[in-house]
Nanobody, 126 residues
Framework: QVQLVESGGRSVQAGGSLRLSCTSSGFTDANFFEAWFRQAPGKEREIIAV????????AYSDSVKGRFTISLTRDRNTLYLQMNNLKPEDTAMYYC???????????????????WGQGTQVTVSS
């Protein structure tokens, strides 16, 4: 059974840093994608970063590129999101998601991911 559990969210001041974690279980093959999505109040859920475990290629949304970094531990059991230079507009619930198959192109739609964590709240104050 696939499980994803996020942690690390908290309140922080603008300009600060946070590292979110997503611990996974139930899959061991390297042929998967994991992604971070976020959803701010009143807004749709958006993808912000995705990584392919097979070669660690990653992609980012324009809103976080250069500030956030997605990574996997060597055993591929924990996904991280290092967030630097946080802004109030980064305030949202952050979710990790997994897709356990290869795709030629990075999956970026919410519907591409069948497995989700429960989310962790990040609040950035000015």
């Amino acid at each position: 059974q696939v499980q994803l559990v996020e942690s690390g969210g908290r309140s922080v001041q603008a300009g600060g840093s946070l590292r979110l974690s997503c611990t996974s279980s139930g899959f061991t093959d390297a042929n998967f994608f994991e992604a971070w999505f976020r959803q701010a109040p009143g807004k749709e859920r958006e993808i912000i970063a995705v990584i392919y475990a097979g070669n660690e290629n990653a992609a980012y949304s324009d809103s976080v590129k250069g500030r956030f970094t997605i990574s996997l531990t060597r055993d591929r059991n924990t996904l991280y999101l290092q967030m630097n230079n946080l802004k109030p507009e980064d305030t949202a619930m952050y979710y990790c998601a997994a897709l356990l198959e290869y795709r030629q192109f990075m999956p970026t739609r919410e519907g591409d991911y069948p497995y989700w964590g429960q989310g962790t709240q990040v609040t950035v104050s000015s």
